[in-house]
Nanobody, 120 residues
Framework: VQLQASGGGLVQAGQSLRLSCVAS??????MGWYRQAPGKQRELVAT???????RYADSVKGRSTISRDNSKDAVYLQMNNLNAADTAVYFC?????????????????WGRGTLVTVSS
């Protein structure tokens, strides 16, 4: 299983950024993004399950949009009005299935992370 993220970089406060992640090697249910700022624990940013139910962190709600292209096993995160608190390494996240048709189990997968730096 591979999760390849792209779209990180250096942006100024108030600008927008779009992260992309393409997954391969499994059938994925929930996909989304987590982030980890320096000295902090990894935290949820946004996720979307295969039915389209979304979940956002309060800190990004209203200025971020998660979307998926299930035909490509891709997930995207559009973030607007970025601020310094958004500076972090962003990790693509996906829940795939492992096992056999008799017994499927869920397994969490993580991408390598893409750095987003917001300058003020």
């Amino acid at each position: 299983v591979q999760l390849q993220a792209s779209g990180g970089g250096l942006v100024q406060a108030g600008q927008s950024l779009r992260l992309s992640c393409v997954a391969s090697g499994s059938i994925f249910s929930t996909m989304g993004w987590y982030r980890q700022a320096p000295g902090k624990q990894r935290e949820l940013v946004a996720t979307m399950n295969s039915e389209g139910t979304v979940r956002y962190a309060d800190s990004v709600k209203g200025r971020s949009t998660i979307s998926r292209d299930n035909s490509k096993d891709a997930v995207y995160l559009q973030m607007n009005n970025l601020n310094a608190a958004d500076t972090a390494v962003y990790f693509c996240y996906a829940v795939g299935r492992v096992g056999s048709p008799q017994v499927w189990r869920s397994h969490e997968y993580w991408g390598r992370g893409t750095l987003v730096t917001v300058s003020s």
